[in-house]
C-alpha cells in the first residue's frame, strides 16, 4: 500500500517537459492502440493509433487553425501532431492559471476526459468519470515505466 502511494505522490508531482510531453504520447499510444495505426475502437468514433474523437481533433483544428478531417487520424504522422498540439496547449493553459508546469497525470486526464479534467487530478470528485480516469491513468502510468 505504502509503494502505491509513493507512486501515486510521484505520478502527480512530475511536471511536464517538452521531452516528457512526447514520452506521455508513446505511453499513450501503446495504451491506446499498442502501435496500431489502422485502430478502430469506441464502435468507430475513435480512430488510429492515439484512438482519437472526432471533438479532439476539432479541437486541435481550433487551436492550430488547420483542417484536420477525423479520418486523417490513421495517418500516424498526423495523429502525433493532433496529440503534440492539443497537449502543449493544455500545458501551457496549466502554467498560466496555475504558474506551474503541468503533470503527465493531468495530461494523461485531458487526453482521456477532456479539457477540464485536469482539475480533477488535484480536485478528485466521487463520480463514474474519475474512476473511468483513474483506470485510464493507471494503465497510462503502467506504459510510461
Given at each position: 500500500?505504502?509503494?502505491?502511494?509513493?507512486?501515486?505522490?510521484?505520478?502527480?508531482?512530475?511536471?511536464?517537459?517538452?521531452?516528457?510531453?512526447?514520452?506521455?504520447?508513446?505511453?499513450?499510444?501503446?495504451?491506446?492502440?499498442?502501435?496500431?495505426?489502422?485502430?478502430?475502437?469506441?464502435?468507430?468514433?475513435?480512430?488510429?493509433?492515439?484512438?482519437?474523437?472526432?471533438?479532439?481533433?476539432?479541437?486541435?483544428?481550433?487551436?492550430?487553425?488547420?483542417?484536420?478531417?477525423?479520418?486523417?487520424?490513421?495517418?500516424?504522422?498526423?495523429?502525433?501532431?493532433?496529440?503534440?498540439?492539443?497537449?502543449?496547449?493544455?500545458?501551457?493553459?496549466?502554467?498560466?492559471?496555475?504558474?506551474?508546469?503541468?503533470?503527465?497525470?493531468?495530461?494523461?486526464?485531458?487526453?482521456?476526459?477532456?479539457?477540464?479534467?485536469?482539475?480533477?487530478v488535484a480536485s478528485?470528485?466521487?463520480?463514474?468519470?474519475?474512476?473511468?480516469?483513474?483506470?485510464?491513468?493507471?494503465?497510462?502510468?503502467?506504459?510510461?515505466?
Open positions: 500500500m505504502k509503494v502505491k502511494y509513493i507512486l501515486a505522490i510521484l505520478a502527480l508531482t512530475a511536471a511536464v517537459s517538452a521531452q516528457n510531453v512526447d514520452r506521455l504520447i508513446e505511453a499513450l499510444v501503446r495504451t491506446e492502440s499498442n502501435g496500431n495505426a489502422a485502430a478502430v475502437g469506441d464502435r468507430g468514433k475513435a480512430l488510429g493509433i492515439l484512438q482519437i474523437h472526432d471533438v479532439m481533433v476539432s479541437d486541435f483544428n481550433r487551436i492550430t487553425g488547420k483542417n484536420y478531417k477525423h479520418s486523417d487520424m490513421f495517418n500516424e504522422h498526423k495523429a502525433r501532431e493532433v496529440a503534440k498540439g492539443v497537449l502543449n496547449f493544455y500545458s501551457k493553459h496549466i502554467e498560466k492559471t496555475m504558474n506551474r508546469k503541468a503533470t503527465e497525470k493531468e495530461l494523461g486526464f485531458i487526453w482521456n476526459g477532456g479539457g477540464s479534467s485536469w482539475r480533477r478528485p470528485m466521487s463520480d463514474t468519470k474519475q474512476k473511468n480516469l483513474e483506470a485510464y491513468w493507471a494503465k497510462v502510468y503502467k506504459n510510461l515505466n
